[in-house]
């Protein structure tokens, strides 16, 4: 019969004789067979014999069998890998991909495109805001929160929606003082822009710290504006000056065209070659009697 046949019949044994009131007069007999028995860690794993020779040990009253008991566990300890010493294995472990995922994140963020602030250097920013119990400001909280939440989470993300919403408020209320109209008005432009799925690089940008939650709080609509929207506002800008310098500038007076506002045939024109040298020029006209100004080709 081979070691851990032995042992498992030895065991079922002493099984029966774990409960105080039991007939432990072979106890010790088994044991000190176990003692002769070449029982190694796979045995132990095996046939779980340790807690079985533990319970016996609480139950009997016997001081030879609680001493031998006492003497096998002690024994077969030194067979069980030194739990403290994996810990430490698995902390030491842990630390290192730890470290090698900051440096990762590191690295992800030195090489990213610049913000629409200009700048792309993750933001260092204080700890965690007081708590409130103020219900307008836990909603407003959550909102912002629920617009940092839009679309996929980066993976470089400095720190989570909520605690990123927690500083954008509580900046914005740091600033004003009350939950006014101001206080609100501020809070919808946040977010609005975060939640604008033409403009996705803001929200990236406050999730990857390169835009502070101190500045987010204090942007204007042109700041968090997009790339694109910028440059379309820019050529709005730029075509009403245009407009306004050719119609106020000295043009030529006809009664040829009709403003389409009042009726009135008291008009002034200029043309300019606004496009390639081979298209039309483009006709700006100055209603004289209310103001009214347009332009066609």
Not at 33 to 48: A, C, D, E, M, Y
Not at 194 to 209: A, I, T, W, Y
Not at 274 to 291: A, I, K, Q, Y
Request: hydrophobic share 30%; proline share 4%.
């Amino acid at each position: 019969m081979g070691c851990e046949e032995e042992v498992l019949r030895i065991k079922k044994k002493l099984d029966k004789m774990t409960s105080s009131d039991s007939d432990q007069t072979q106890a010790l007999d088994l044991l000190k067979v176990l003692q002769g028995l070449p029982i190694n860690f796979q045995v132990l794993s095996k046939t779980r014999i340790g807690m079985t020779v533990n319970a016996l040990r609480k139950a009997s009253s016997d001081e030879e069998v609680i001493s031998t008991a006492k003497q096998l566990i002690k024994n077969w300890k030194k067979f069980v890998p030194d739990k403290k010493e994996d810990e430490d294995k698995d902390g030491k472990e842990e630390k290192k991909k730890e470290k090698e995922d900051k440096e990762k994140k590191s690295t992800s963020n030195g090489n990213s495109s610049s913000s629409s602030s200009g700048n792309s250097k993750p933001a260092s920013f204080p700890g965690t805001p007081p708590a409130t119990t103020d219900s307008l400001r836990l909603k407003c909280r959550e909102m912002i929160s629920n617009a940092l939440k839009v679309g996929e989470l980066p993976e470089d993300a400095i720190a989570s929606p909520e605690f990123l919403a927690e500083q954008i408020e509580a900046a914005i209320y740091q600033e004003f003082g009350n939950t006014d109209a101001a206080y609100k008005n501020r809070l919808r432009s946040r977010v609005y822009n975060l939640k604008d799925s033409k403009n996705p690089q803001l929200r990236e940008n406050v999730l990857r710290g390169a835009i502070p939650p101190q500045k987010m709080a204090v942007m204007t609509s042109d700041e968090m504006a997009s790339n694109e929207m910028k440059a379309l506002r820019e050529k709005f800008t730029k075509e009403a000056i245009d407009d306004h310098q050719l119609a106020v500038a000295q043009g030529t007076k006809t009664d040829l065209l009709k403003c389409g506002k009042c009726g009135q045939r008291n008009c002034t024109y200029n043309q300019m070659q606004t496009r390639s040298s081979d298209e039309p020029m483009t006709t700006f006209v100055l209603c004289n009697h209310c103001g009214n100004r347009w332009k066609f080709c």
